[in-house]
């Protein structure tokens, strides 16, 4: 969805990067279908100078978050199938559907650059990424602690005989279980650039610093349909919100039409991370009334839980690309962009599968990483 914060943000750069009268001179001055200028001063090439837009399309891989299984990893549990069968519960689902994939999304950069001193704003967006599976026969190993005085009880337990007298560990088996999982990632940023002079190779070589902010979040949904559980939902949410200095690098050289690039940038990311789960457990569940081969030491369940947690999640982005000046403004461009940030909080790692409540498990908050990689192409503006 191109989104309205598309618009804001870009009004926002035009404000930010250097007075508008002034960007708005420098465009009426540009002649942008004019035959493109490519001739040296001494024997170097030119680099541009004022204001510049690069507007990118996006087609960029997300990884998948690490490998775990819907239920309670590395669980098992002595169940009865019957008064006489029982068999060893393992959990017969993971989250491997979430295995990432290839996302479409924009990315703009915009500036005035003089001499040597300007100002540099970007902004990417992915366009939301689905991934949706759907399960038939599902098993779900729950951690169920003990409960009540001597000798204890355990909440997945009922009768398993027709008397209603042999209360037993009973399987946890959703006829039908539907996952789906959406991942929202886009990002911003504000530099001070400085140019130097060109070097005896007739590259130019820009540092930057400046602020960065990226907005990298999960959500992970269960529908638990039939079974001892029947009519279970649970969504666990992962929201990373990265904010921090940054620091890095620009080369670019020309070569008649052709220009080709490289930028590496490092930020200290500060990571506000919001976690939330909230669901329901066995709707239909009637701990009143005895039914064979029913759950009887659990009602139905409701649980909202909320957290909050600081990490340092450090992050590195590489971009390289090759333009090919079509007019004296106008240049056509390609590209590879890649970033990778440490310590991100996913929605399905964090689920802590215990009854009567479920929970957060705290302890995997910062378990994963995001790298983000793929092909650019769009154009440029006197860049």
Known sequence: MFRTRFLLLLATALGICGAVPAIAQDIEKMEWFAPPDISFFGSRPRANEGFFLTFEGLAWHLNGPGKTTVGKEGATRLVYLSETVTAV??????????????????????????????LHFSFFDLLRERDYFVAPGVSVVFHDPPFGESPPRYH???????????????????TQLELQNRLDAWGLELNY??????????????????????????????????????ESRWTSMAENHLV?????????????????????KFIFGFNQQNLRLEGFLGS???????????????????????EHEDEFSPAVELRIAFSYQVTSAISARVGWTGMWIDNIARASRIIDYSVPNMGIDLSRNSADYAFMNGVTFGIDLNR
């Open 89 to 118: 519960e393992t959990n017969s689902m993971t989250n491997g559907f979430v295995d990432g994939g290839f996302e479409g999304g924009y990315r703009f950069d915009i500036g005035n650059q003089g001499r040597h001193h300007g």
């Open 156 to 174: 997945l337990q009922g009768p398993i005989n027709a008397a209603l007298t042999n209360i037993q560990n009973l399987p946890v088996r959703f």
């Open 193 to 230: 650039v400085y140019r130097m002079h060109p070097n005896r190779f007739g590259g130019f070589l820009e540092f930057m610093g400046g602020v960065r902010y990226i907005e990298f979040d999960d959500e992970f949904a269960a529908v638990g349909t039939g079974g001892t559980l029947d």
């Open 244 to 264: 921090g200095p940054q620091v890095g690098g620009r080369w670019f050289r020309k070569f008649g039409r052709w220009t080709w690039s490289a930028e590496s």
């Open 284 to 306: 239909n569940l009637d701990p009143t009334t005895l039914v064979q081969y029913q759950i009887s030491n659990m009602g139905p369940t409701t649980f909202v839980y909320r």
